[in-house]
């Protein structure tokens, strides 16, 4: 039995044990893996995640053209007037039509095989490798409403770039037997020359 005076058994026992923990160290976490969990992290993420990229039009710019720098002053009949409204509808000339028959509409307007007076006029123009040959005035005016969808303006776009590019393989291939990308880059602006990429595009506005 413990008595008063006496030293109790039970606080030599707790100090002990309190002294015994104080002196054992707190074991350290080992964060040398971290790093490399991180970056097998960062480099799951960069290839597993999809990224929004622009698209645009890649288009090599034509050699300066004063009649299509000032359209103002371009006779109606070299000019074809191309509308998109914010509903999306394409109207050549007024008539409402679709990508691929706008196509073919710039390259009958364009050609003008007929000379018809109500369609482009024509120039003549010494070219290389052809001589004198005639080159057609036109111009296709395109215009967009501000409401117009980015997706539709690009496939309108096309539709018109397509029509040139098939217009001078055509000449490529009367010519020299090849179409124009398989030419030498002299042949290849002859051609460019007598079938000059004519687009103005002018701001858009609202356009019923």
Not at 51 to 58: R, T, Y
Not at 143 to 153: A, L, S
């Amino acid at each position: 039995m413990w008595v008063s005076g006496d030293r109790n058994p039970l606080c030599d026992f707790l100090i002990v044990k309190t002294k015994n923990m104080s002196k054992r160290k707190i074991p350290e976490v080992n964060a040398g893996s971290m790093a490399d969990i991180a970056f097998l992290l960062l480099i799951f993420f960069l290839v597993t995640t999809t990224m929004d990229v622009d698209s645009g039009i890649l288009r090599k710019l034509p050699a300066w053209n004063p009649d299509v720098q000032n359209p103002d002053k371009v006779k109606e009949r070299n000019v074809l007037p191309v509308l998109i409204n914010k509903q999306n509808q394409l109207a050549v000339n007024g008539e409402l039509m679709d990508a691929i028959a706008l196509t073919e509409e710039v390259k009958h307007f364009f050609l003008n095989p007929a000379n018809a007076e109500d369609l482009p006029e024509k120039r003549v123009v010494e070219v290389a490798f052809f001589g004198n040959v005639e080159v057609s005035k036109g111009v296709v005016s395109l215009q967009n409403d501000r409401g117009t969808e980015y997706g539709k303006y690009i496939e309108v776009q096309n539709a018109i770039v397509r029509a040139f590019d098939e217009m001078r393989d055509d000449v490529a291939v009367a010519k020299f037997g090849k179409k124009l990308n398989d030419l030498p880059e002299d042949k290849q602006d002859a051609v460019r020359e007598i079938i000059p990429l004519a687009i103005s595009e002018a701001e858009p506005k609202n356009i019923k």
